[in-house]
């Protein structure tokens, strides 16, 4: 056992300029430990003036003493009872309270309970935040968005800083759902940072434009190069506000129009086989979306059985297995613009309507998808950082407050930066 004197126990709970006086341990009616009281004085009874910074101060009093809920000390509720000092300036005569380094101005919670309140609710709820400190609901809740919203607005900006600093700074944008084909948000995210930089409410490019416009920090940056999807409104607004990046299509995102052909075909093959092949290959589809070299070696039997049902589909297989390859194997831009070009050729020689139609897509934005070879970087970190937020929403159910919401989730998605200004808020 470890016994700790009285005068150690300050440094044990993080108290600083105080002295403990007496520790009781407090007990209800029925002779049951409640909580452990700590009584404090402070180190120095008086403190300069807060308006003139004057020394010149007397003592004016006391008004009894404030309980201050601290942390729980082993598993009891820890209580510290400090002295109401009355101080006056004789320079301003202005009469004030003595402060503690400790608690902010007249709580009830000492810097500490709110920090936990903070760190337990993060990565949960609230509520479990509430049920672990036992501190009241609204209570907890209150200290959580007031350390969120600092917190989140200093991990914004140290982000933006960062990525303004970057050498060469790739930029990934990509649209989450608050509501699935309702209400979307743009996420715009430093890739080689691997932070979130801001969220634009919509994913249009007006309200892109009218977030710029409230943004010119995020305005004024200079990326190398901008990793984003196909869609057009994209496009336009990496031209207008970032006309010397490089914009890359995102693979994964172009990996989906070389699997819609492989589906189509099937839906087109299925009429024409027996019922138990069609029913086969509706059953064992999902083999024919994953790479080959992914697959166990009983799957890709599994995979030869089922292309060998139809030769077009077959084709498809084999053109979205290509793909892959090109992506995987080219070794510079130069080889994989050439390499492109020739795949291009042979689907369209392939003569199947599926295949021509998707390739479509392919042919138009011919220079974006190769132009991953200039700059090998996808946005599956940022696929990662909205399932993050979905499972933040699915956790808080519907966030109303949109200043709360974008606060939550830059803090989300950017844990280590949050984390350090977390430390430097509570230090």
């Known amino acids: 056992m470890i016994w700790v004197q009285l005068q150690d126990i300050t440094k044990v709970l993080g108290l600083q300029g105080v002295d403990v006086s007496n520790l009781i341990l407090a007990t209800n009616e029925a002779g049951e430990a409640k909580e452990v009281e ?38 009891m509720p820890c209580v510290l009872i400090v002295p109401r000092i009355r101080l006056e300036c004789k320079v301003c005569q202005i009469t004030y309270g003595h402060t503690y380094s400790f608690v902010d101005g007249k709580e009830q919670y000492t810097i500490a309970v709110k920090a936990h309140v903070y760190e337990v609710a993060v ?54 759902s608050i509501r699935k084909g309702h209400n979307y948000n743009t996420g715009i995210h430093d890739l080689r940072g691997e932070s979130l930089l801001g969220i634009a409410k919509g994913r249009t490019l007006k309200e892109l434009d009218s977030y710029m416009d409230k943004n010119p920090k995020i305005k004024n940056l200079t990326p190398f190069a901008i990793v984003m999807d196909l869609a057009q409104s994209y496009h336009a607004f990496a031209k207008k506000y970032y006309p010397g990046a490089i914009i890359v299509a995102d693979r994964f995102h172009v990996n989906r129009y070389a699997l819609e052909p492989i589906n189509e075909i099937r839906k087109r093959a299925s009429k024409e086989l027996p019922p138990h ?67 291009l050729e042979q689907g369209l020689a392939l003569d199947i309507p599926e295949i021509a139609s998707a390739l479509k897509t392919f042919i138009n934005h011919r220079e974006k998808i190769v132009n991953y070879h200039r700059c090998r970087f996808t ?33 989300e998605c950017n844990r280590e930066l949050a984390y350090d200004q977390f430390i430097q808020m509570f230090a």
């Not at 929403?393 to 949109?402: A, G, I, K, V």
Request: overall charge positive.
């Open 38 to 75: 700590i009584w404090l004085e402070p180190q120095e009874a008086k403190q300069a003036c807060p308006c003139c910074g004057s020394t010149s101060v007397v003592l004016n009093g006391s008004d009894g003493y404030r309980r201050i809920q601290h942390l729980k000390l082993a598993i």
């Open 123 to 176: 990565g949960s709820t609230v509520h479990h935040s509430a049920a672990v400190t036992g501190i009241p609901y609204s209570t907890s809740e209150r200290f959580f968005k007031e350390a969120a919203l600092v917190i989140a607005q200093r991990t914004e900006e140290q982000a933006q800083t960062n990525a303004q600093e970057s050498d060469k700074l790739i930029m990934g944008v990509d649209d989450f």
């Open 277 to 343: 092949i069609n029913r086969h290959l509706k059953r064992k589809h999902r083999l024919l979306m994953k790479r080959n070299d992914s697959l166990t070696p009983q799957q890709r039997i599994e995979v030869e059985t089922l292309l060998s049902y139809s030769d077009d589909l077959k084709a498809a297989y084999c053109l979205k297995e290509q793909l892959a390859d090109w992506y995987d194997l080219s070794p510079n831009h130069a080889v994989a613009q050439n390499a492109f070009r020739l795949w």
């Open 379 to 411: 946005n599956a970190v940022v696929e990662g950082r909205n399932g993050k937020i979905k499972s933040m929403q699915r956790r808080h159910y519907f966030l109303r407050n949109r200043t709360f919401y974008e606060a939550l989730c830059i803090i």
